[in-house]
Nanobody, 125 residues
Framework: QVELVESGGGLVQAGGSLRLSCTASGNIVSINKMDWYRQGPGKEREIVASTTSGQDTNYSESVKGRFTVSRDDAKNMVFLQMNSVKPEDTGVYYC???????????????????WGQGIQVTVST
């Protein structure tokens, strides 16, 4: 079973930086695509950044130029570097990925979509 776990969240002052990590575990073969979402207080969940296996990246307009998504395929990790953070960046951040893993019983390669549990980021003024 694949599990995605976010880490690195917390409290940061406006203008500061924070680096989130998303670690995939569970007989991982490859991470095809990984997206970072966030859900602010009273808001709907929105996508903020994405990366593909081809190293392509995309960002929402609200974070473009401030956030950078990267990946370390050897460690099955994806990162979100958040710079020049603003109070409106406050929210719960989730990673969501299309992950290929090897079934432990039958050895089949299985592609599935998985969510992390989310991690809180709070930007203070």
């Amino acid at each position: 079973q694949v599990e995605l776990v976010e880490s690195g969240g917390g409290l940061v002052q406006a203008g500061g930086s924070l680096r989130l990590s998303c670690t995939a575990s569970g007989n991982i073969v490859s991470i095809n695509k990984m997206d970072w979402y966030r859900q602010g207080p009273g808001k709907e969940r929105e996508i903020v950044a994405s990366t593909t296996s081809g190293q392509d990246t995309n960002y929402s307009e609200s974070v473009k130029g401030r956030f950078t998504v990267s990946r370390d395929d050897a460690k099955n990790m994806v990162f979100l570097q958040m710079n020049s953070v603003k109070p409106e960046d406050t929210g719960v951040y989730y990673c969501n990925g299309d992950v290929v893993h090897k079934d432990a019983v039958f050895g089949d390669m299985i592609l599935g979509n998985y969510w992390g549990q989310g991690i809180q980021v709070t930007v203070s003024t």
